[in-house]
């Protein structure tokens, strides 16, 4: 089965400065395909960005970015100018080539700082 | 156009209960999927729904839940007599077809279910 890992349960950061959220992953499937989602108080999840696992280029998304380590099994998440609609609850979520659903992590509460 | 909605939005019920959760997808979405958030287990996956069929429901956590959809729209978890542990958020999300890796999920707001 695979598992997703994510270390920090908790992270603070200033106002226009950058975070970087941690995952790790474990799993035996060669294809498959990592998310970030971010969950604000309202609990609507939202998608931030994803990366399938065959392309070497790391995703980007405006202020998002993330760094893919294929052989690590790692799979952070880079916010650069943080503000403050930032501030959520951070899932790092797996998809392999089936159809099940998602499987998640435990989550990272991000705190932006005014 | 509308996103997908769920209802209740929130619920509180006795030990033993039955409850029903109603899931509205966006439409034109043939797949629905079910999830369950609490403090304990984190985000697990329940059910997914390819047009009304459920292909596989081993991730339902016991016999009392059960899933349906009719018309390829609407979906409902049912939990029968109920349980403490059953406390949690239930999110569904609906996708143009099957496979996250090829079409986003899009969540609705959920309903947190409070058995006492």
């Known amino acids: 089965a695979q598992t997703v890992t994510q270390s920090q349960p908790e992270m603070s950061v200033q106002e226009a400065e950058t975070v970087t959220l941690s995952c790790t992953y474990d799993t035996s499937e060669s294809d498959y395909y990592l998310f970030w989602y971010k969950q604000p108080p309202s609990r609507q999840m939202i998608l931030v960005i994803r990366q399938e696992a065959y392309k070497q280029q790391n995703a980007t998304e405006n202020r998002f970015s993330v760094n893919f380590q294929k052989a690590a099994k790692s799979f952070s998440l880079k916010i650069s100018d943080s503000q403050l609609g930032d501030a959520a609850m951070y899932f790092c979520a797996y998809s392999g080539g089936g159809a099940d659903g998602l499987t998640f992590g435990k989550g990272t509460h991000l705190i932006i700082q005014p | 156009g509308a996103g997908v909605s769920q209802s209740p939005s929130n619920k509180v019920t006795e030990k033993g209960k039955d409850v029903e959760l109603r899931c509205d997808p966006i439409s034109g979405h043939t797949a629905l999927y079910w999830y369950r958030q609490s403090l304990g287990q984190g985000l697990e996956f329940l059910i997914y729904f390819q047009g009304n069929s459920a292909p596989d429901k081993s991730g339902l956590p016991s016999d009392r839940f059960s899933a349906e959809r009719t018309g390829g729209s609407v979906s409902t978890l049912t939990i029968q007599r109920t349980q403490q542990e059953d406390s949690a958020v239930y999110l569904c999300?609906?996708?143009?077809?099957?496979?996250?890796?090829?079409?986003?999920?899009?969540f609705g707001p959920g309903t947190r279910l409070t058995v006492t």
């Open positions: 999300a609906s996708s143009l077809g099957l496979a996250p890796r090829l079409y986003e999920q899009y």
